[in-house]
């Protein structure tokens, strides 16, 4: 059974940082993408990060470059994502993701597996 569980969500001020996790379980981690999420309240789910374990491959939403860092420890089958100059509208339930199709790592779209998500709010 596939497990992914996201830790790490908190309040911190705007400009602070956060480090999530999601360690994965289940299937195979070695090669495979993994990404993250978010979805604010009233607002579409949006991908943010992603990265294809097997190579360390890693793809962006606009509005996180710069800022946001995705990373592994394929020792560990964990993801981080490594959140800097944090907005107020970074605030948002943040999910782990994994397993879309061959080649649709990059598109944050059809995901198969997610976790629960972990709350990041951000304050001013």
């Known amino acids: 059974q596939v497990q992914l569980v996201e830790s790490g969500g908190d309040s911190v001020q705007a400009g602070g940082s956060l480090r999530l996790s999601c360690a994965a379980s289940?299937?195979?981690?070695?090669?495979?993408?993994m990404g993250w999420f978010r979805q604010a309240p009233g607002k579409e789910r949006e991908g943010v990060a992603a990265i294809y374990t097997r190579g360390g491959y890693t793809y962006y939403a606009d509005s996180v470059k710069g800022r946001f860092t995705i990373s592994q420890d394929n020792a560990k089958n964990t993801v981080y994502l490594q959140m800097n100059s944090l907005k107020l509208e970074d605030t948002a339930m943040y999910y782990c993701?994994?397993?879309?199709?061959?080649?649709?790592?990059?598109?944050?779209?059809?995901?198969?597996?997610w976790g629960q998500g972990t709350q990041v709010t951000v304050t001013s």
């Open positions: 289940g299937y195979s981690y070695s090669s495979t993408c």
């Open positions: 993701a994994a397993e879309p199709p061959l080649g649709y790592c990059g598109t944050f779209r059809r995901y198969n597996y």
